[in-house]
């Protein structure tokens, strides 16, 4: 009876596990099945838009800064719809198709050939943008005004609000004041969050963003593409750990582990003091029960 039951908790535990894993989003799932995925395909952005576009037969958009200044944007279509494990192994075998050409880190158009293979020259749509090596990087991606750069570089290393201004497709001036979560920035952390910006605009066919459509991309919202469709995205900014006065792990306030004004009370323990010979002053042996003598080895 025994290795029945424990069958079928196994079995359980299985069925258990597998729904657990269908839970998850496509991209959660490829990248349990393949880490190494994210930094090959260039970016968190890059990597995202390869597995909604292959799970779900969508466009793929895919953006790499080339160390010439060149900015590459490649958008295409897939064939079929695959599930995430497929999405894996097909992006698994493209990785090691281009690793065997010496291509470790591929920029937009050879990864995309690389999934696409002999189709690749009808469906790619290529577009290469040069950002002068004096700009500040995010600037000509996103096609800001160097009065916006400057505020929105500054709002973010600082922790305060942004205010942009822009004019909208149809020559509606448009003013957006916004405060990205976390706190302030390094000026990596803010490059690298324009960047990552710029890609998930690009997903949605945005390459010159109004200031409403730029914080959305930051922030997280409604996402109003060029052709009217309002589409709801999570912004690059919203994982941002939260400051440490709100964390339940490492706050100072109100941390349950090394909290500072809630920790409990601790209590000093009463030592009792061994017996002591008077006249000499040094702890005597305590006899065991039954009057035994203690071994003559001790106190040699």
Request: glycine share 10%; proline share 8%.
């Amino acid at each position: 009876m025994r290795p029945v039951l424990a069958a079928l908790l196994a079995l359980s535990l299985v069925a258990g596990a597998r729904a657990q894993t269908l839970t998850l989003p496509d991209a959660q799932q490829v990248q349990l099945l393949a880490p190494q995925l994210v930094p090959f395909s260039g970016s968190t952005g890059n990597f995202e838009s390869l597995v909604s576009g292959l799970t779900a037969g969508t466009p793929i958009t895919l953006t790499t800064l080339g160390a010439d200044g060149v900015m590459q944007i490649v958008t295409f279509l897939p064939g079929a719809t695959m599930s995430a494990a497929d999405a894996a192994r097909a992006l698994e075998t493209a990785r090691q198709s281009l690793i065997s050409q010496g291509i470790a880190t591929p920029n937009a158009q050879q990864l995309a050939q690389a999934l696409l293979g002999n189709s690749a020259s009808t469906l790619l749509q290529v577009r290469n943008e040069f950002i002068p090596a004096t700009s500040v990087a995010g600037n000509s991606a996103l096609n800001l005004s160097a009065a916006n750069l400057q505020a929105l570089r500054s709002a973010l290393t600082q922790g305060t609000a942004a205010t942009l201004t822009g004019t909208t497709s149809t020559g509606v001036t448009q003013t957006t004041t916004f405060t990205a979560p976390g706190g302030p920035m390094n000026d990596f952390q803010v490059t690298q969050a324009l960047q990552l910006a710029s890609t998930l605009l690009a997903q949605q066919g945005i390459f010159n963003p109004t200031p409403e459509q730029l914080r959305a991309a930051l922030v997280g919202g409604n996402l109003v593409t060029s052709g009217g469709t309002s589409v709801p995205v999570q912004g690059v900014l919203q994982g941002r750990v939260r400051n440490t006065s709100e964390s339940p792990f490492f706050g100072t306030s109100n941390s349950p582990l090394i909290g500072t004004s809630n920790t409990p009370p601790s209590t000093t323990p009463t030592l009792t003091p061994a017996p002591v010979n008077a006249a000499v002053g040094v702890a005597r042996p305590i006899a065991p029960a039954g009057g035994l003598r203690p071994s003559a080895a001790v106190g040699r």
